[in-house]
């Protein structure tokens, strides 16, 4: 098969986009360029590798097969890249991290403390819910996961560095705010704001509840801790979310953790990668940085 390496990154990048006018902006090229490679490449592979139906396009069969293929070429070309800039000295590199939209309360702080230490680091961040960030290890292209919990299905390395307590919220004004060790029975009564479906935190109650035999009468759904605290200061329901998204709402007294028996639920954070990823010196700077200093630096207790 004669397929040219810059054919698979434009193929690569128009599979990922789905749009020849965006994958042409991101590439740096004209669009007539990136169709004339797409052209070659499936004239060199001898069979289509999109569908057409007015401006959408999807892979073909053939297409998903080429797509994970650049992927995994895209991957090992981003590491071998960034092996070589550590050769060439590592304060240079660039550092794909994906965050658990609760970490992102507090991993700004760590990426703060770790520039500092290598100013000339360059970081991609996405920050998605759990199930975003297994896609990221499933597809294996960032350097590091900051999650919940690590997955079961997918065969990683994972460390804890840090407590991640979960705990009841309520409006000040809620008739349980003042109350001492609230029952779970107490507690069965209230309704409950939940995050979304593909939530750590959410997968991590609904389990807790079952394991203590309880009901779980669930109002709305948000899929953002933001959205559940707003929804709770106004009075809605109450709320579980981890402590590190409460920093400002207790000291501002916008909102009350509540006293329940059985409370908080325990969790840790842990710092994640595929097993077997060749990890860059960077990314293994940062991870060691995250395991020596995440919790004094947040003034947390480690896990
Ligand atoms: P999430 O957090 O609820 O934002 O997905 C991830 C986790 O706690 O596992």
Do not use: C
Request: hydrophobic fraction near 45%; avoid cysteine; proline fraction near 3%.
């Amino acid at each position: 098969m004669h397929v040219t390496l810059r054919q698979l990154r434009v193929f690569e990048a128009v599979g990922r986009l789905k749009n020849y006018t965006r994958a042409a902006e991101e590439l740096h090229l004209s669009q007539p360029a990136v169709s004339m490679q797409i052209k070659q490449l499936e004239s060199n592979v001898g069979i289509a590798l999109f569908d057409q139906v007015g401006k959408k396009i999807s892979l073909t069969a053939a297409g998903h097969e080429m797509y994970q293929t650049s992927r995994i070429i895209e991957n090992q070309l981003n590491e071998t890249e960034q092996v070589l800039e550590d050769m060439k000295g590592f304060r240079h590199g660039r550092l794909i991290i994906a965050v658990a939209s609760t970490a992102n309360y507090f991993a700004p702080k760590l990426y703060a403390a770790f520039k500092s230490k290598y100013s000339a680091v360059t970081l991609n961040l996405d920050v998605t819910n759990r199930e975003g960030l297994l896609a990221h290890l499933e597809s294996n292209d960032s350097d590091m996961v900051i999650m919940g919990l690590p997955p079961k299905g997918i065969e990683v390395e994972a460390q804890a560095f840090m407590d991640n307590p979960l705990v009841v919220i309520a409006s000040p004004s809620h008739p349980l705010a003042t109350r001492k060790n609230i029952s779970m029975e107490r507690l069965q009564e209230e309704t409950f704001i939940m995050r979304e479906p593909g939530s750590g935190t959410r997968i991590a109650m609904e389990r807790f509840f079952a394991e203590q035999g309880a009901d779980l009468a669930t109002g709305m759904e948000m899929s953002s801790n933001e959205a559940i605290k707003q929804a709770v200061q106004a009075g809605l329901g109450l709320g579980i979310v981890s402590l590190h998204t409460l920093e400002m709402e207790l000291e501002t007294k916008r909102l009350e953790v509540l006293d329940v028996e059985a409370f908080p639920i325990l969790r840790h954070w842990y710092i994640v990668h595929r097993k077997g990823k060749r990890l860059s010196p960077l990314a293994k700077a940062f991870q060691q940085f995250i395991l020596d200093n995440a919790a004094n630096l947040l003034e947390m207790k480690s896990a």
